[in-house]
């Protein structure tokens, strides 16, 4: 039984330190990692979940080590935003796939990449044609970025000397069936308006989970019974 509580007690321990040493290394770490980042994150899991099971284990200097690990880790991000080169050292360089629509086959073979797994990723972007790409380039993060031939992207409203009203982010003024009061102010709107518009649909404000004011004046209800989303002018 005792050493089932001390397990109980160092996971709860451990669980707390991971969380302020994520918070520590910033949102940057919960999105993509570098080469460095990721096998930060492997080592100190590996020494979280060694301290949290085995009893026999030293937490002092398991937590110890961790905290070295996290320290270098602040260290070389801090480094890698003063200096380029250890930048590229720690999180990697971008690299060239394609160019002009044709496939840069070195560039491939350096990132141990198969024509099949380019194919792959570009048609996770809905390209399904090399020909159609000006440039693909593979981020540090793994991820690639495609820019479409001008042919091939689609055509913005400023091409075609349309003058579009600037769409605004759309402004809650329901939530959990409460009304906004001070959203419904700062949108030039009252209480009355609303209260009216939930009267012509025969719907309580109690019966709303969401209502949001598009910047085209169109209010969008989302209600708690079916989660069905409806436009109203």
Do not use: C
């Not at 770490?29 to 899991?45: A, D, H, M, T, W």
């Not at 380029?84 to 050292?89: A, H, S």
């Not at 959203?183 to 719907?203: C, F, N, P, Y």
């Amino acid at each position: 039984m005792g050493d089932w509580i001390e397990i109980v007690l160092r996971s709860l321990l451990i669980l707390a330190g991971l969380f302020i040493i994520t918070k520590l290394l910033g949102k940057k770490q919960l999105s993509k990692l570098s080469y460095f980042e990721y096998i930060v994150g492997i080592i100190i899991g590996d020494i979280a979940g060694s301290l949290s099971m085995d009893a026999e284990a030293n937490l002092i200097n398991g937590v110890t080590s961790i905290l070295v690990w996290t320290l270098i880790s602040i260290f070389l991000s801090y480094i890698s935003l003063k200096n380029k080169k250890v930048r590229d050292i720690v999180e990697g360089k971008a690299r060239v796939f394609i160019k002009d629509g044709n496939i840069l086959e070195g560039n491939l073979k350096k990132e141990r990449f198969t024509s099949d797994e380019l194919l792959e990723m570009l048609r996770k972007k809905n390209v399904f044609s090399v020909r159609e790409v000006e440039f693909a380039l593979l981020e540090a993060d793994g991820e690639l970025s495609v820019l479409l031939k001008r042919d091939y992207r689609a055509v913005k409203p400023s091409e075609l000397w349309l003058q579009l009203p600037e769409d605004k982010e759309p402004k809650t003024i329901i939530m959990d069936g409460q009304i906004m009061e001070d959203m419904v102010k700062k949108v030039g709107r009252s209480t009355e308006w609303l209260q009216g518009i939930l009267a012509d649909k025969h719907v309580k404000v109690e019966d709303v989970f969401l209502a949001q004011l598009h910047s085209d004046g169109k209010l969008s209800l989302d209600y708690y019974q079916d989660g069905v989303q409806q436009d109203e002018d």
